[in-house]
């Protein structure tokens, strides 16, 4: 079945176009639009979705995340989407903080949301365009500086794999990308898991945000 999706923004034009091209390509099975947190609140309570996209639109930063934490602490599997106004990695980590999966910007296009789509209903996080190349500039920046948060560090490999994995990319694409074996993509990413000591892609991400490995 597919998954339900509710956006809080502003009724306008370009929001009801994306729901209907978003239903009509079968992405979503049914997409409510809210206003208010009153209402988005209500419906996440009887009807919760699996998915809740919330645009910058409609709310000043600090009500977004609020609004965030009242979401996550009414049901922790609803997968956030923040719509942001060019906001810069501060904000961004305090978003995927607070517990949002996903953060694109208002200028990404309809194929980045989809993709976003795709990989948190594989589990994964994703970062548009916009945040992904600061984050990356900032890595390949500090490659030759050693962390001090990490006893061991990482390779020059595993370093390369974790922009990947910070850049949304599946195993499968990185092995693409790499031209390396899924299995050795899959060690490569239990090491970093290891080395870091979080447990998922989303701990990875997280920990380099939040010891300033990429920021």
Request: glycine share 2%; net charge neutral; with cysteine.
């Given at each position: ?12 034009l370009?929001?009801e176009?994306l ?31 699996e ?82 190349q ?34 949304g ?7 693409e ?17 290891m ?21």
């Amino acid at each position: 079945m597919k998954p339900i999706l509710n956006i809080f923004d502003e009724p306008l034009l370009y929001t009801e176009g994306l729901s209907k091209l978003l239903i009509q390509n079968k992405i979503f099975s049914s997409i409510e639009i809210f206003n208010s947190c009153e209402s988005l609140y209500e419906n996440i309570k009887v009807h919760p979705p699996e998915f809740v996209m919330i645009s910058s639109n409609i709310m000043m930063l600090t009500e977004i995340y609020q609004c965030i934490e009242n979401i996550i602490a009414e049901n922790k599997k609803i997968k956030i989407i923040v719509i942001g106004s060019s906001y810069d990695v501060t904000v961004i980590r305090k978003l995927f903080n607070k517990g949002i999966k996903s953060y694109l910007d208002k200028n990404s296009s309809y194929d980045e949301f989809v993709r976003s789509v795709n990989a948190l209903s594989a589990d994964e996080i994703y970062i548009c365009e916009y945040a992904k190349q600061m984050m990356i500039n900032f890595i390949s920046n500090e490659q030759e500086k050693p962390n001090p948060n990490i006893k061991d560090p990482l390779t020059r490999r595993e370093m390369e794999i974790l922009k990947l994995i910070c850049d949304g990319y599946s195993s499968k694409d990185i092995s693409e990308k790499l031209f390396i074996s899924i299995n050795t993509v899959e060690t490569h990413r239990k090491r970093i898991l290891m080395k870091l000591n979080v447990k998922n892609s989303v701990g990875v991400v997280k920990y380099a945000l939040e010891n300033n490995i990429i920021n």
